[in-house]
């Protein structure tokens, strides 16, 4: 293993068709940041510096899924058999990365952890036509699934009512948000 020590565990998660994670099992990996400058301030969810993982050979570990390793969430972008000779995987992931919070979705049930970015004052077009400016909240669809309007999310003690859907449809990886305080 070029990378140094597999000494990371990491939980491989799967986005199942119910949209409910489904624990595929535990790898062992060494992550470390792809560049080596400063990060930039984030701007969504998705980190905008890209995670190489590295990882034993495993036919589980496929593009699309996610590894949870204490409290980072990694989205797998491309698995590479670099030495083809299914010995040792390089994957490309995006973190995602946000503020811990609380969801309850709209049906009621089990207030469950998940991370979210919230953007405040972000311009949309209202009822009316006439501009205005609301919060927007994205949250990981392996976290909380679709969330539909009236869901709640608590951020650092405040509570958020889901409004409605910034898109019609989501990425399969971040579902964004029109929210309200309450």
């Known amino acids: 293993m070029r990378a140094g ?21 535990l790898v062992w990996v060494g992550i470390r940041s792809k560049e ?4 930039p301030a984030p701007v969504s969810l998705r980190a905008q510096v890209k995670v190489e993982v590295r990882a034993w050979f495993d036919e589980r570990l496929m593009q699309g899924r996610y590894l949870r390793a204490d409290s980072r969430l990694l989205h797998l972008l491309s698995v590479r058999d670099f030495k083809n000779d299914r010995s040792e995987l390089v994957m490309t992931c995006e973190e995602l990365v946000g503020q811990a919070a609380q969801y309850t979705p709209a049906s009621g ?11 405040h004052g972000v311009a949309r077009v209202g009822d009316v036509g006439r501009t205005e400016y609301t919060t927007q909240l994205e949250a990981a669809l392996i976290e909380v699934g679709r969330p539909q309007p009236g869901a709640l999310f608590v951020v650092a003690g405040q509570t958020w009512r889901v409004a409605g859907l910034v898109d019609d449809e989501d990425d399969r990886v971040v579902r964004r948000m029109w929210v309200k305080p309450l």
């Open 109 to 119: 049930g089990a207030a469950a952890p998940c991370r979210v970015f919230l953007q």
């Open 36 to 39: 080596s400058a400063d990060a």
């Open 5 to 25: 020590q597999l000494n990371t565990p990491a939980d491989l998660l799967a986005l199942g068709i119910d949209l409910q994670p489904q624990v595929l099992g």
